[in-house]
């Protein structure tokens, strides 16, 4: 290859090419491996004039791997069990080249084009021999790595897949070695790296499966820490991070964990819901580890000098990255939680922009940080100060897993407090992603700390702790309950965004297709996993007949399938005990004597996930359970009404309050409603739109508080009042001036 065609290169071919070459100066290729065939990818090598053959126990049968796919893998056959073998001499001249060396180079500090531009200005100062020469050798060192990918992907026994391992989409500026992970409990690092050896080189008869053999990113720039990042999937380019992140490093939970045994108690299986099958492991984490993070956040809220301006720098840095890397976020979103991957992308984009609009608010914060009160005397003068409320405590729900946590992180941040973020345990990975992304945006250590646990073993503790001076809940009426009152027992300030029963009352002048559309919005997104959706629709007697045929009709064209699939309308619900809660809940509705139209039952596919039919109950009665208690699911109650004043009173005879809606062609009528709707959100002419720069939240049960919007940055924003005497000014009440 000559100067020219290298300028042709893709970026991550000439990285590629500089990684090899780094590599190639640290190994001797000719005097330790010798390839019988150069040009080929061997199935044996030379160990100083010692073969050692390496014969695959299955074929694969996709061959067609790129070099540029391959990241440095830096695998060296030395093991102990092959160096018995050799005779004495053998052992003499034998010069063992130890993986523990790659772990210890320098790291370059530089950007991937910083890295190329460099790679370019010293290949202009080589002949193009000297350049043959090396990427002869690169060749050499690239077919050694085919070799040792194919024998991994043989003792997974994957067949008839794409053999990718790519990690460059998800870690763009993270450049760390990849290594296999397997067994390991008080196991030094040499002594892993034997075993990892030992296992490729002699196949030895090693019972492996999904759960306990994995590719693991191994933490390079602590050469004394043996950190399990994260998960790349083989057959795919999927990467799933593996630890907590607290005070700006990977840590794993301080409990012991048993990496043998998956079915360990310490082990929270990823699940996906499409297929039900464990995608990822991720470790649980324990109250001592909640200490940890809320010690990270506090130091870090006491040590901060950030105006709002530099805080804005960091929030509009995420927004980019989280744009930046939104397909494999929504990927990640979809496999976790199940929605169809045309909402998990638009969950991704409002996320980015909740951090781009509490970016702005973060500066103008600097603005109003303080504010002259008119006060009736001339004595005195008095202003106020808002000041950030300290370390708060977030706990979001699954439904939405990375647009929950940004609705709590970006308003948190923007106010200047820290945080410790606790996941739902089913939908930790885009969590762990939002870390990553704030690593990567330089975000000061221990600003934003992310814990992964059950709520018994870390919501609880985080709700309870007393250094904690905000919690911000999202999710059922029964935990928000007990979050509430472990809040009191610290005069902990608490907000809550918890559930509903929403309604949506369609009057008799609404267009059919224009009420059967918002209908099923409100009830079918996110497979009806919807705080706001409007479970309960209210139906104007003169068109309840019409429109009931017409939903029966449109509904049963909704395309149920695996969400990443593009044409998917509905997915899966998120979990086993989520789908069991459902189903029972429609049990009890058929026992009702409500009328079943439509679905009611599993949906039937190929996929053996948690699939359940979008389902519509007629002649509902108000005082059962379908109709009153929130089913969290695509189960929709429908019943008539005839004046009015019927409708709002029927609407309201609940214990809920989040969000209701209204169909009809008459503002006034609109209007007029609106008004005596009690609930915090109001929908005139649809249902479930909301906006960044408008308060979400509810009355009665539905919770306490507002988010988003100016409202979503008082949550973390605490009112100071400053008085001063004017003029040595006194009362003269103890003393005579």
């Not at 991550?12 to 005097?31: A, C, D, H």
């Not at 491996?33 to 199935?43: A, M, R």
């Not at 077919?143 to 994957?158: A, Y």
């Not at 409500?594 to 948690?610: E, H, R």
Request: proline content about 5%; hydrophobic content about 35%; some cysteine.
């Amino acid at each position: 290859m000559d100067l020219q065609n290298f300028k042709t290169l893709t970026m991550r071919e000439k990285l590629e090419i500089w990684k090899q070459q780094k590599l190639q100066q640290k190994v001797n290729v000719n005097n330790s491996l010798h390839f019988q065939q150069q040009n080929q990818t061997p199935n044996s090598f030379n160990l100083n004039n010692k073969t050692l053959q390496t014969i695959p126990k299955q074929p694969l049968q996709k061959q067609n791997i790129n070099r540029t796919e391959i990241p440095n893998c830096n695998y060296h056959f030395n093991s102990k069990s092959q160096i018995n073998r050799l005779n004495n001499s053998e052992k003499e001249n034998y010069q063992t080249q130890s993986f523990e060396s790659s772990l210890h180079q320098e790291t370059p500090s530089m950007t991937l084009d910083q890295l190329s531009n460099n790679f370019v200005s010293m290949l202009e100062q080589q002949s193009n021999q000297q350049l043959n020469q090396q990427l002869n050798q690169l060749e050499q060192l690239n077919n050694l790595h085919l070799l040792v990918k194919q024998q991994i992907l043989n003792l997974f026994s994957i067949e008839q897949q794409e053999s990718t391992i790519s990690i460059q989409s998800t870690f763009p500026n993270y450049r760390p070695h990849l290594s296999l992970y397997y067994g390991l409990n008080e196991i030094n690092k040499n002594q892993a790296l034997q075993i990892i050896n030992n296992q490729l080189l002699n196949h030895l008869p090693i019972q492996f499966n999904a759960t306990n053999l994995a590719l693991y990113l191994i933490d390079s720039y602590d050469t004394e820490k043996w950190i399990p990042l994260g998960r790349v999937t083989l057959g795919t380019s999927r990467f799933y991070r593996s630890c907590n992140f607290i005070n700006g490093e990977w840590i794993l939970p301080t409990r012991n964990l048993d990496f043998t045994n998956p079915e360990d108690p310490c082990w929270l299986p990823v699940i996906d819901p499409a297929t039900r099958q464990i995608i990822h492991l991720l470790p649980a984490s324990t109250s001592t580890d909640i200490d940890l993070a809320v010690a990270s956040a506090k130091k870090a809220f006491e040590q901060s000098t950030l105006t709002g301006k530099e805080r804005a720098k960091y929030l509009r840095a995420i927004a980019e990255e989280i744009l930046l890397n939104k397909d494999d976020m929504a990927e990640i979103e979809v496999v976790d939680n199940g929605k169809p991957i045309r909402e998990a992308l638009m969950d991704i984009e409002d996320s980015a922009a909740c951090f781009e609009y509490y970016a702005k608010i973060a500066e103008q914060l600097d603005e109003k940080q303080t504010e002259i009160i008119n006060i009736p005397s001339d004595k005195f003068c008095c202003v106020i100060r808002k000041e950030p409320i300290g370390v708060a405590g977030l706990i979001i729900p699954w439904n939405y897993p990375l647009l929950m946590a940004a609705w709590k992180v970006a308003p948190c941040l923007a106010a200047g407090c820290t945080c410790v973020l606790k996941p739902s345990e089913f939908t930790s990975l885009n969590s762990l992603e939002l870390a990553a992304i704030c690593s990567r945006v330089n975000i000061p250590p221990g600003f934003l700390n992310v814990v992964i646990g059950t709520g018994p073993e870390t919501g609880a503790p985080l709700s309870q702790h007393l250094d904690i001076d905000k919690i911000a809940f999202t999710g059922s009426v029964v935990t928000g309950s007990k979050v509430m009152q472990a809040c009191a027992s610290n005069i902990t300030r608490v907000s809550l965004e918890l559930g509903g029963k929403s309604p949506i009352i369609i009057f008799d002048d609404t267009d059919l297709d224009i009420a059967c559309e918002w209908i099923m919005v409100g009830i079918f997104l996110n497979q009806g996993q919807v705080c706001s959706a409007t479970s309960r629709a209210l139906i104007h007697e003169n068109i309840y007949d019409k429109l009931i045929d017409k939903l029966a009709l449109e509904v049963k064209k909704i395309k149920i399938g695996h969400g990443l699939s593009p044409d998917t309308i509905m997915g899966p619900i998120v979990s086993e005990s989520q789908y069991n809660k459902v189903l029972d809940y429609i049990e009890k509705g058929k026992k009702s004597g409500a009328n079943l139209i439509c679905g009611g039952k599993p949906a039937q596919l190929s996929l053996n996930g948690y699939f359940i039919e979008p389902t519509i109950f007629t002649n509902v009665d108000v005082n059962s359970v379908i109709w009153k208690e929130e089913i969290f699911g695509p189960v929709l109650s429908i019943n008539k009404f005839s004046s009015e004043e019927e409708a709002i009173n029927i609407a309201n005879r609940s214990t809920y309050g989040l969000a209701s809606a209204i169909l009809s062609r008459d503002n006034d009528k609109l209007e007029r409603i609106s008004k005596k709707l009690k609930t915090g959100v109001v929908w005139l002419n649809c249902s479930q739109p909301s906006f960044i720069e408008a308060p979400w939240g509810g009355m009665k049960r539905s919770g306490i508080g507002r988010e988003l919007g100016p409202w979503g940055l008082e949550n973390f924003i605490e009112i100071k009042q400053i008085t001063k005497a004017k003029d040595n000014y006194t009362w003269g009440l103890y003393l005579n001036n």
